[in-house]
């Protein structure tokens, strides 16, 4: 089964334990930013593969994931402070 860079980036983020603040402060890197972009870009106008539809929805759903993570870590540290 083929794992995305954008997705295994997460997933060894996630293995190595974090913090809320480390959470905050997570980005994808260039290359991840670029795969997605890439493929957003050809979904609106050549279309994908059913491989790189699944790619782009798994990368998307990950997004929403630590957008809600981070969202929750926010609030974790104003609860501390």
């Known amino acids: 089964m083929y794992i995305s860079p954008a ?3 997460i997933v060894d983020f996630i293995a190595a ?3 809320p603040q480390n959470l905050i402060d997570f980005c994808p890197s260039e290359e991840a ?3 997605i972009a890439d ?3 050809r979904e609106k106008t050549t279309g994908l593969t059913s491989e790189e539809t699944a790619e782009l929805n798994h990368c998307l759903q990950l997004e929403h ?3 809600l993570a981070k969202s929750r870590a ?3 540290l104003k609860q501390v402070q």
């Open 39 to 41: 493929l957003i870009h």
């Open 17 to 19: 334990g974090t913090t």
């Open 7 to 9: 997705y295994q980036e």
């Open 74 to 76: 926010r609030d974790h």
């Open 33 to 35: 930013k670029e795969r």
């Open 65 to 67: 994931l630590m957008r």
